[in-house]
T-cell receptor
């Protein structure tokens, strides 16, 4: 069984604030993948990052950064100097093998609202 | 440009009616997926297909059916057995990551 928990249902910040979205996962597999997706109001999910279970190196991409810690089963996402365009629902997902295919299971999402 | 096309964008179902949601991809991906999204529920897996002429039930397959006769197409039928069909439906295909369509909002008349 696998489970992804995004405990923050909604976060509201003012533009230029830093914000961290939490993701905690459960799996018994040693090989798995973690993802973050962004869903703007248009509805289509946009891929942000993929990380495999053997790569704990943190990653930074512009204002986005990700902190993967296997010891705490967490894969947190930080937006630095948030902007109004960052307003969206963000999903964390865990993918482990099921019948020969890696099937992502998604958390319930965190709605981020950035006020001007 | 390559991508996933879902149609229609909005769909209305009458009680007792079956409706079919279209999903087409030109990314040459073998694997395709259908997810259902309800407010506050995240995405839940309905069906997935790893290859043509093969598909597997996901976590909430009851009341739904699919077919995979062509690599490019993975239509989802919401049958009359699905008593609570109102939701946002997302189709995806995969290589190393999932690529999503823009979704279909299904409502009940």
């Amino acid at each position: 069984a696998q489970k992804v928990t995004q405990a923050q249902t909604e976060i509201s910040v003012v533009e230029k604030e830093d914000v961290t979205l939490d993701c905690v996962y459960e799996t018994r597999d040693t090989t798995y993948y973690l993802f973050w997706y962004k869903q703007p109001p248009s509805g289509e999910l946009v891929f942000l990052i993929r990380r495999n279970s053997f790569d704990e190196q943190n990653e930074i991409s512009g204002r986005y950064s990700w902190n993967f810690q296997k010891s705490t089963s967490s894969f947190n996402f930080t937006i630095t100097a948030s902007q109004v365009v960052d307003s969206a629902v963000y999903f964390c997902a865990l993918s482990e093998e099921r019948r020969g295919s890696y099937i992502p299971t998604f958390g319930r999402g965190t709605s981020l609202i950035v006020h001007p | 440009d390559g991508g996933i096309t879902q149609s229609p964008k909005y769909l209305f179902r009458k009680e007792g009616q079956n409706v079919t949601l279209s999903c087409e991809q030109n990314l040459n991906h073998d694997a395709m997926y259908w997810y259902r999204q309800d407010p506050g529920q995240g995405l839940r897996l309905i069906y997935y297909s790893q290859i043509v002429n093969d598909f597997q039930k996901g976590d909430i397959a009851e009341g739904y059916s699919v077919s995979r006769e062509k690599k490019e197409s993975f239509p989802l039928t919401v049958t009359s057995a699905q008593k609570n069909p109102t939701a946002f439906y997302l189709c995806a295909s995969r290589n190393e990551k999932l690529f999503f369509g823009s979704g279909t909002q299904l409502s009940v008349l």
